[in-house]
């Protein structure tokens, strides 16, 4: 296929909208657990309840990957970041006039549909565009989604106390989407559209490694969207303030950034990515122990053990779905298969996590379920082995 090449300015200009983009994927979702005690506080929620703030659009986003690739055929890859980003901005200001748990729960799911059109363009778009970079492209990408996750985390506490409302601490990240927006509408004439016909290939639903990919995507994301959700209100039964939780969860999600940014640069070295997949892991399955067993001792190694797994593993899932194929347009509909069905699993985890709470009393049963499921990954990855790739996948 004929590689578009841009020139080295509008190429970077690309890349610094894409980064701000990238920013809006998690704000929706990384704002709420930090705040989580304050929302229960005017909104009657159980922890089941609540766990739909997190599962119900990160569920939206895996349905809406299965139609996501059609959308920006459809539209033009211009046009669905423009739509999305309206979305992801009119949910989340939206939350400034909410009163109760569906109406907090809907903006939720509209922002999981806005994120999803997004993330199921991109992989494709940074294939074709930054062909010679694509782990390191994709590890800005990642590492700007969760940077993303770390600035809401962090700052929505201290926002909820200067503007004494809960609100506001979810609502002030739609400044992000019209941020976005202007930067991405700006370099529009820089960005040439990319030719249709390999994305209309066949469905990915009867291919085995395909399948095998998205459940490693999704149980690897269950653990990102289980800490995502709990953490923070974990810490707070321990006794923490929410905003030393909200900062603690933006130290994680720093360390996720951190990570996002170093591993793809490091696999890079090598098409093999096992090795590195395996450190990730143990390194989450360490953090995990580390939370249940001595969460006030060493209380910043764990999550800093956990953002260091968790954010080189979610590049690193879509890296290896990416080096299947060569084709841009195929690779990036296998991405989306992947993201669809992964998110779609991992969306399951904080509703389950919640349960857990309910029942047993505490979020220590979820952490050692999460352990027990990175071990399964662990056998996984001993089927990555890219002699094998073109086997698999044709």
Not at 271 to 284: K, Q, S
Not at 370 to 386: E, I, K, W
Request: charged fraction near 10%; glycine fraction near 8%; hydrophobic fraction near 55%.
């Amino acid at each position: 296929m004929e590689n578009v090449r841009a020139t080295s300015r509008p190429a970077l200009l690309l890349m610094v909208s894409i980064i701000l983009v990238a920013l809006n994927l998690r704000p929706s979702m990384a704002a709420v657990g930090p705040l989580l005690s304050a929302i229960r506080g005017d909104i009657p929620l159980s922890f089941s309840l609540a766990s739909l703030l997190t599962m119900l659009p990160v569920m939206a986003m895996g349905l809406a990957m299965f139609f996501g690739l059609s959308v920006s055929r459809w539209l033009g890859e211009q046009l669905t970041v423009v739509v999305s980003l309206l979305i992801i901005g009119l949910a989340t200001v939206s939350r400034l006039f909410l009163d109760s748990a569906i109406e907090l729960i809907l903006s939720a799911m509209l922002a999981g549909v806005g994120i999803a059109l997004i993330q199921a363009l991109m992989p494709a778009l940074i294939k074709s565009r930054f062909s010679d970079n694509v782990s390191v492209c994709m590890g800005l990408y990642v590492t700007s989604i969760m940077g993303g996750a770390a600035i809401a985390a962090s700052f929505a506490p201290l926002v909820m106390t200067r503007m004494g409302s809960w609100r506001m601490g979810l609502a002030i990240w739609a400044i992000l989407a019209l941020v976005a927006l202007l930067v991405w509408l700006g370099q529009r004439s820089a960005m040439p559209t990319l030719s249709a016909q390999a994305q209309r290939n066949g469905s990915f639903f009867a291919n085995s490694r395909a399948w095998l990919l998205a459940i490693f995507f999704g149980l690897g994301t269950a653990s990102y969207t289980c800490v995502l959700a709990w953490l923070a209100p974990y810490y707070v039964e321990k006794g923490w303030s929410e905003q030393n939780a909200g900062l603690l969860l933006g130290f994680l999600t720093a360390m996720e950034v951190l990570s996002g940014l170093l591993t793809p640069a490091i696999a890079n070295r090598s098409r093999d990515r096992r090795l590195v997949l395996v450190v990730l892991l143990a390194l989450i399955m360490t953090g995990f122990c580390g939370l249940i067993l001595s969460p006030q001792h060493l209380s910043l190694l764990w999550p800093c053990l956990l953002g260091l797994g968790i954010g080189g593993l979610f590049p690193m899932s879509l890296i290896v779905s990416l080096d299947h194929l060569d084709n841009p347009q195929r690779a990036g509909a296998l991405t989306a298969f992947v993201q669809g069905i992964g998110y779609l699993i991992a969306g399951l985890s904080p509703l389950i996590a919640g349960m857990i709470r309910d029942q047993l009393g505490s979020f220590e049963w979820a952490w050692w379920s999460l352990t027990g499921v990175m071990a399964l990954m662990l056998l996984m990855v001993l089927r990555f082995n890219p002699q094998h790739y073109a086997r698999h996948i044709h």
